[in-house]
């Protein structure tokens, strides 16, 4: 099995439009949701958004249905060794999502893993990581499974194998990144999503990422002031060694997003949006609606 660099790009003309929409729902929905108590609703309504438009994708491209995804309850191949990476309004919603399911001992015992993994992982590069088959501390290793499934980040909704094999094969050889056979949709739409988070936080002039997983959570769950300090532009997070290595690229792509959306270049997408989000039309409508009373 070899490895390839994996690439997503923005200009594609069916991922840019994806990437522009999510952008919107996220803009409304910060507008809808303002105040440090909205970020983690903001984050779950665009988790919920991409979702469905991966869904609404997959099924309307009748190749795609022919690769069933492998990834089923107890798979973790992919949560040890790999790293993640995070949106800043991201790693708040899962610090606040673990805040408010856990009681104090087992909060705990979560900002203890959390510690320690970033105790190991805090110096090693992406291979070195894949070596060293490090396991998010979010996952409980006895039974494979994710103990904050529904609040993961769009990196590992994104991520997906039509062969858990190849899967297995990977782990056991350290690739940090492998060549899989993956639905492709999916993957695309669902970064589109967490891409279109990020741009919304950087025209709100808001820090945005991504970050590396375990540094993010450990500094959003040793601040519960986090929200209220993004919110407010200040800098809560910073890059481990490697989340620092991508930092200037996402940024330097980021920024050409936002300029292009500030200097009215971005491409109307209400119609491929109302396609892809049941809601689109209702947003729409509520937005016009605004616009019409400030005239």
């Not at 099995?1 to 003309?13: C, L, Y």
């Not at 050889?173 to 936080?201: D, K, R, W």
């Not at 808001?206 to 919110?231: F, H, I, Q």
């Amino acid at each position: 099995m070899t490895e390839r660099q994996v690439s997503f790009d923005t200009q594609d003309p069916f991922v840019r439009p994806l990437v522009e929409g999510s952008a919107r729902a996220a803009l409304e929905l910060f507008d809808e949701h303002p105040g440090p108590a909205g970020v983690t609703q903001v984050v779950s309504e665009l988790h919920a958004f991409a979702g469905e438009m991966a869904r609404t994708l997959t099924s309307q491209v009748e190749a795609v249905r022919r690769l069933p995804i492998a990834c089923t309850s107890g798979c973790s191949y992919c949560c040890r060794g790999t790293p993640v990476l995070v949106s800043a309004p991201e790693a708040i919603h899962l610090a606040e999502h673990l805040r408010a399911t856990r009681t104090p001992d087992e909060l705990a015992e979560v900002v203890a893993r959390v510690e320690a993994t970033f105790a190991r992982v805090k110096d090693l590069d992406i291979d070195a990581r894949a070596e060293e088959k490090v396991p998010c501390p979010l996952l409980d290793e006895a039974t494979g499974a994710c103990t904050v499934y529904d609040a993961r980040p769009v990196a590992c909704r994104a991520y997906n194998s039509c062969d858990a094999a190849r899967c297995a094969e990977a782990h056991d050889a350290g690739l940090a990144s492998p060549v899989l056979p993956s639905n492709p949709i999916l993957f695309q739409a669902t970064h589109a999503a967490g891409f279109g988070l990020m741009l919304a936080s950087r025209l709100r002039d808001r820090e945005t990422g991504p970050y590396e997983l375990v540094n993010a959570l450990r500094t959003a769950l040793a601040e519960p002031t986090a929200s209220s300090a993004w919110l407010e532009g200040k800098t809560v997070f910073s890059h481990t060694r490697l989340s620092d290595e991508g930092a200037i690229a996402y940024g330097d792509l980021i920024d050409r997003l936002a300029y292009d959306v500030r200097g009215g270049r971005m491409r109307v997408t209400a119609k491929a949006a109302i396609r892809v989000d049941p809601d689109a039309k209702r947003r729409d409508r509520n937005r016009r609606k605004a616009l019409s009373k400030k005239r």
